[in-house]
């Protein structure tokens, strides 16, 4: 069983619509880290966080320590947020992050 | 500053060939990460440096693949022979680290394909 879940797998919005992605971990971390990857493969880091909760224009990410579960939120989705979202997380054992399988969204005009 | 430089950006090659991958991390940055992505098991970590040394290379799936980091500007990983199921996305990611959370800077990626 992967350490990191991501939920959805796969979504799909409206152009405007407020998107959720959700991610839940198994193991004690240090951080976790939102991930962004457009479909031309590049790979950029969102946030990084062990606490609380950032946000950066139109995206917030939260984490709860206790319940080992953070979320990223998309407001006023745009075609161009179309992309996959990993969540991975430093474990508290180590430097490397742990993967999700990522959520492949779809924001259409 | 450049960002994280991986070459070559895509590599075709035939099974038993050798191929290696090159990554020049961010300048400043103490640890350099080599990661692998496939469509079946999404990303995993090969192995990791911090200040040029092997630190964790228990990613590295057999004694087929091989890295190295002769200074800190620059850092290999070689296939040999090479198989067509390590067909897949070779990222180099490099970070500075502090504790044990770091924000890591990628590469663009090598895409591998091996007949």
């Known amino acids: 069983k992967n350490e990191v879940e991501q939920s959805p797998q796969n979504l799909t919005a409206q152009e405007g619509e407020f998107i959720t992605i959700n991610c839940s971990y198994s193991v004690g971390i240090s951080a976790l880290h939102w991930l962004q990857q457009h479909p031309g493969g590049g790979i950029v880091s969102l946030f990084m966080l062990s606490s609380g909760k950032k946000k950066h224009g139109r995206l917030i990410a939260t984490i709860n320590i206790q319940e080992k579960h953070s979320s990223l939120h998309i407001t006023a989705s745009h075609p161009r947020d179309s992309a996959v979202y990993i969540c991975a997380v430093n474990s508290n054992s180590g430097y490397a992050l742990n993967f999700g399988k990522g959520t492949s969204l779809l924001v259409t005009p | ?115």
């Open chain 2, 1 to 115: 500053d450049a960002g994280v430089i991986q070459s070559p950006r895509h590599e075709v090659t035939e099974m038993g060939q050798e191929v290696t991958l090159r990554c020049k991390p961010i300048s400043g940055h103490n640890s350099l990460f080599w990661y692998r992505q496939t469509m079946m098991r999404g990303l995993e970590l090969l192995i990791y440096f911090n200040n040029n040394v092997p630190i964790d290379d228990s990613g590295m799936p057999e004694d087929r693949f091989s890295a190295k980091m002769p200074n800190a500007s620059f850092s290999t990983l070689k296939i040999q022979p090479s198989e067509p199921r390590d067909s897949a996305v070779y990222f180099c990611a490099s970070s500075l680290l502090a504790g044990f959370s770091n924000e890591q800077f990628f590469g663009p990626g090598t895409r591998l394909t091996v007949l």
